[in-house]
């Protein structure tokens, strides 16, 4: 079964893993460290913690969320800057899982901005 919960700064050492391997698989084959995942994804996590979201199989993480807010005229903006999935568990929805955990965790008055 897949949980959706916050993200907390325990779990940025397994999101810095998996958006390694996100990004270096074959398609996008950017070339990251976990350590420089690691300083990326932390400092959109301390920006904004509220907005980053993981999710868990077996207690293990296996794609993430991360997001921040900004105040607009209009009410909030949303903004998703990173949205990763193991690949053994791409295919089940747990991608659109994770956006919809964020909808419901969001004000009326907030925009999303992809």
Known sequence: MIHIQHCTIDHL????EIFREVYS????YEQWTVE??????????????ESCHIAEAD????????GYTFPWSSGTDLF?????????YRGQGIRESL??????QINEDT???L
Do not use: N, W
């Open 13 to 16: 050492v397994d999101c810095s």
């Open 25 to 28: 698989d074959a398609l996008l």
């Open 36 to 49: 420089r995942s690691f300083e990326y994804l932390s400092r959109i996590y301390h920006f904004d913690p």
């Open 59 to 66: 207690h293990m993480v296996i794609g993430a969320i991360f």
């Open 80 to 88: 998703i800057q990173e949205l990763f999935v193991k690949a053994a």
């Open 99 to 104: 956006i919809t955990h964020v909808l419901e």
């Open 111 to 113: 925009d999303v901005i």
